[in-house]
């Protein structure tokens, strides 16, 4: 059975919008380099996706855009060749080295973390939420940045039930963000 993890920035404050932290540094893109590359695929909602495939997919030409930084270049191209399972009831196809799930939320997660491998990333606000309530994520890791947003979606809004979480593991960056690793408490 590989493992479903959450890996999301967050803000101080729990913003969880991408545009409402800072722009990520070199550490931070070779954190989520590595940790996207030790993933057997990704799991997105369509919005995550869509957003994900706006920036990092490669464009037709085979060249990255002029807005890259050359650092940014290996995250680009782990998350491009990632294997990645959409959830969503809008999309009609999914073309991203990506497959649609649009079976049963809680069967068809289940269905994936039961294939052998090293485990799953899921990432986003939407979906993981719903994840988290059908208890079928087993590691969170929020990498922490150190601003406070003020405004924006927070993290994991809209819980039905506190999840009690134990820290398992931890990161600083020389930015001062720091990325937490934490797992459900049985």
């Known amino acids: ?56 997919r490669r464009p037709d030409s085979g ?16 998350i491009d060749r990632a294997k990645k399972y959409v959830v969503s009831s809008t999309l009609s196809e999914a073309d991203w080295n990506a497959e649609l799930v649009r079976d049963d939320l809680s069967q068809a997660v ?13 990432g986003g606000v939407t979906l993981p939420t719903a994840l988290a ?11 922490v940045q150190p601003v406070l947003a003020g405004h924006g979606p927070t993290l994991l809004a809209g819980l039905r039930e506190r999840i009690q979480l134990e ?10 963000a720091v990325a937490l690793r934490y797992r459900p408490r049985e």
């Open 1 to 56: 059975m590989r493992p479903l993890r959450y890996a999301i920035n967050v803000t101080l404050d729990g913003c969880c919008h991408h545009e409402a932290g800072v722009a990520p540094d070199e550490d931070s893109m070779r954190y989520w380099t590595e940790k996207m590359g030790s993933a057997d695929a990704l799991l997105f909602g369509r919005v995550t996706y869509e957003m994900m495939e706006s920036a990092w």
């Open 167 to 176: 820290l398992i593991g931890r990161h600083e960056f020389r930015s001062g």
């Open 133 to 143: 309530d059908l208890g079928l994520i087993d590691e969170y890791e929020f990498l």
């Open 110 to 122: 289940q269905r994936l973390k039961d294939e052998p491998g090293e485990g799953l990333y899921v």
């Open 63 to 78: 060249t990255w855009p002029d807005w890259m930084r050359e650092w940014e270049v290996p995250f680009a191209e782990t």
